[in-house]
């Protein structure tokens, strides 16, 4: 390493926590420990930490203060697999630091999204009020994967204890180029569907003989990929669907099959929820083929926060303390893909995503520069301090 790396080193907490973390095999569900040591970072700072194991999935709550207004920090520890071990440069959990950058599984998504607010919690705390914000930690071992039992069953908990969070803050990837340069309020839902058509199998030389399930098929795709959706705006992408696999079963040249599967995936905008958009489609597909069966899986939800006037808008807040820490505004964007941003928020409670960059994110050889994981732990912690 050179100077200005173990200058970096020597001096942000952030980037030492992001190495303990990230040295965890902590692959969707398994913590791998990274909650305990989580646990005894935040309790040394007076956090009560509880933690449960659900169905395989670890989660940690972690609460400080008994103020009225309640403001959580989310994120979690799992990360996917690493892929082909021969094609990184280092052990993908043996964390590494080469020309300034941090490499290793969780460098972008998101084990230093993670540290960078442990390190800002522990700046901040001192100086908060804890008779006037109730602050939460909401980790989870499972958001890379099915998210049934992470992030969703932890607001159910909150729910079931009567607790409405205010504020939330994702510590998602979400920059371009580098920490600050966008952050996200909001994001598209999603939703995969599965058509079964039927048909009548038969030989190619007796068309009459034979209903062609793929040219039913062909007929519902034109009709669902033809839909015009809202386009959508600046601030909020429109509504897409893509078809995404069509299988007939075993190939034969002479073979009119008699059934085809037709898997797709619609991003969905803030107008739409899981139930208008299923109604939708189903009208859609009826009209060309009332047979068709169709089954739903994978629902993620839409969600948008807004900007105001209030003095605790978190969007408001979030870009201040950015222009804080880089001299630059963020964009505001509500693209990409889903995150557990989405079970938190609500009318009541704003979320923001604000992240490292995420341009090596589930990649080989994934990594974040030094400085970005320095940079967000300013950010969080003049976010905090602005509480």
């Known amino acids: 390493m ?12 952030s980037i030492h926590f992001a190495e303990v973390l990230m040295a965890r095999e902590s692959i969707t569900p398994v913590d791998a420990g990274c909650q305990s040591y989580l646990m005894h970072r935040l309790e040394k700072l007076g956090f009560a930490c509880e933690k449960h194991k659900v169905e395989g999935v670890t989660n940690l709550i972690a609460k400080w203060g008994d103020g009225p207004i309640h403001f959580a920090f989310s994120g979690h520890t799992d990360v996917v697999p690493p892929g082909p071990l021969e094609q990184w440069k280092s052990n993908p959990f043996c964390p590494v630091i080469s020309q300034n950058k941090l490499y290793g599984r969780g460098a972008a998504d998101m084990k230093t999204g993670v540290a960078a607010m442990l390190a800002a ?15 939460w930690w909401l980790i989870t ?16 908990y909150l729910d079931a204890k009567h607790i409405t969070l205010d504020m939330c803050l994702v510590g998602e990837p979400t920059a371009t180029h580098t920490t600050g340069d966008t952050i996200k309020v909001g994001r598209r839902g999603s939703l995969s569907g599965t058509i079964l058509v039927s048909g009548k199998q ?10 062609n399930a793929i040219h039913k098929a062909s007929r519902i795709i034109q009709a669902l990929s033809s839909y015009e959706f809202e386009q959508g705006s600046l601030d909020f992408p429109g509504t897409s669907l893509q078809v995404t696999h069509v299988d007939t079963g075993a190939f034969t040249d002479n073979l009119v099959p008699g059934s085809t599967r037709i898997e797709f995936n619609v991003r969905y905008a803030w107008q739409f929820n899981r139930d208008s958009l299923v109604k939708l489609l189903t009208r859609i597909t009826a009209e060309v083929d009332s047979e068709a069966s169709i089954s739903w899986s994978r629902p993620c939800e839409s969600y948008l926060s807004r900007s105001n006037t209030e003095k605790r808008c978190l969007i408001n807040i979030t870009e201040k303390a950015i222009r804080q820490a880089t ?3 963020p964009v505001v964007s509500t693209s990409g893909g889903t995150s557990d941003g989405r079970f938190f928020a609500s009318d009541t409670t704003q979320v923001v995503e604000v992240g490292v960059p995420n341009a090596t994110i ?3 050889n994934e990594h974040v520069h030094l400085s970005d994981i320095v940079t967000l732990e300013d950010i969080f912690t003049d976010v905090l301090l602005s509480l």
Do not use: F
Request: contains cysteine; glycine residues 6%.
């Open 2 to 13: 050179n100077n200005t790396a173990l200058s970096l080193v020597h001096h942000a907490r």
């Open 121 to 135: 919690t522990e700046r901040a705390l001192p100086s908060m009020n804890s008779n006037q914000y109730t602050y």
């Open 141 to 156: 071992s499972d958001e890379e994967g099915e998210a049934e039992y992470g992030s969703k069953w932890i607001k159910a």
């Open 202 to 211: 038969g030989h190619v030389a007796y068309p009459h003989t034979c209903d």
């Open 327 to 329: 001299g630059r505004y």
């Open 362 to 364: 589930h990649q080989v």
